[in-house]
């Protein structure tokens, strides 16, 4: 029997197990909408900007490790979509979006709504597809759900112009092979033992895990390689949750906002192992002071990644999980070091560094600093909620004093630093996961960035949970003027135009609560941890308050700038008034 092009998409989702995407509807994609008006197995979220949709459905994928699915209409439609699909892209994210276009015969003529998003969305998809025939449709989307899960994961994009969806084939759900694409998931035993030996021998070794630990599944085998080999590890802020952040082994973040003892242990390393990581410049500060003394083993997936920013002595290209499952085999029985002794003299030179300058910040019972708000969302929730976040000082006090247990459990834009993210991602990730805590901490600026998805989390009952830190800033930014551009706020203080959050929330039907001093913080996250509904917490918090350590650009990582004692920070206050 022959279907349409919407019914092979509508068939194509069921046999690849969608149960939900995230949309929004227009005149080319009409066809499909109008199937899923009383579609049983597949129900579409309406959100309310195309960014949204991408974002929920990246925080969905993220949380789940399933694959999130987007549907648009065509031009601005389709253009909506990019800085969500960019998003992904940078954090190898897989989600497929489907945008309509206009009709074949029209493609190229300025049709009304026409955009060209398959050459838009090239450099920032993994693949992308426009659907010319519908004989080759469920081919298509089987193989975009391939691409965008395996290897190194990504964004896939399907342009389905109206014709093709409006006419009629055999549904076939054929078998797929895709010459060109084979991504190496073994790695190479002879450079794995290579490692092995290369850590047997290492006294100062450091793991910096990244997000591969956590697309690969691998976070078991990486707790069995640091506790048996006795290494330190550091997350990249992508890696956060790979590892526990409260394991004795546990370095945090490191880079530009990370811990001294990370930025310390690595510069001081002769060892240094990274896992799923790319050497992001965050990370790295300046690369030709970083890390001078250590041999560098590299593990991950995309060969492309390897050797891109910095040396390295030994590159395993495969799947972190399966590497790391040999390498503790190897490890195991052939590299039988006394570990604890081998590792005594570097765990306790970083425990001095430990010491010396801890993770922490100047408390007031006065005002509300934010780090505060962060630390009582973490103890309230025993690390236990799925936190997402915006960008800015949200962000990194988030992944400072946050301590990530469990993998999949921090969704935040990494590389690209979209602000607006964090509320539609979260949205994605309560829709996966109904009953858990959804927490976005999101910064004044950030949250107004896709605040209208009020509406998509109120009409679908879905309680997320959101904790703006609002210092009337782009505080980031201003942090970066404070210190780099001689305090000229130019365009970064957003003040008497910040919205009263509270009315926002209950105008969308929404629960808005407010703290303005430190002890109404823990009763408004507990009354909001509370109730069933989507809920703004309006958090005060002092305006001033920088992310600190911070590695200035182009510095290497080790030369950190540090708090401020307060009488200088006063006098800059008055400075700025
Ligand atoms: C879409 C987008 N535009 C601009 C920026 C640049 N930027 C980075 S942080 C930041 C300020 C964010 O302000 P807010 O959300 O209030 O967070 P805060 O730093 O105050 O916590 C800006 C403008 C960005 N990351 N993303
Ligand atoms: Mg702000």
Redesign the pocket.
Known sequence: MKISGAEIFIESLKKEGVKHIFGYPGGVVLNIFDLLYDNKDIQLILTRHEQGAVHAADGYARSTGKAGVALVTSGPGATNTI?GIATASMDSVPIVVFSGQVPTMLIGNDAFQEADIVGISRPCTKYNYLAKDVKDLSRIVKEAFYIAMSGRPGPVLIDLPKDVTASKTEFTWPEIKIRSYNPTYEGNKWMITQAAHAIGKSKRAVIIAGGGVILSGGSKELRELAEYTEIPVTMTLMGLGSFHGNHKLSLGMPGMHGTYYANKAIQGSDLLIAIGMRFDDRVTGKLDAFAPNAKIIQIDIDPTSIRKNVRVDIPIVGDVKRVLTLLNKILKEDVKEQWAEVRKAWLKQIDEWRQERPMTYTYSDEVIK?QFVVEKICELTKGNAIIST??????M?TAQFYKFNKPRTLLTSGGL????YGFPAAIGAQLAYPDKLVIDI??????Q?NIQELATAVINKLPVKVAI?N?R???????WQELFFKERYSH?K?DESVPDFVKIAEAYGAVGLRATKPGEVEPVLKEAFKTKRTVFMDFVVDWKEKVFPMVPPGAPIDQMLFEEPEEKAEKKLKAVK
């Open positions: 800085t934010p915006e960008v800015g000082q949200n962000q006090w630093g979209t602000m607006g999101a910064g004044d600026g950030s949250i960035m830190l210092n800033y782009l505080g980031m930014v201003r942090q970064t957003l």
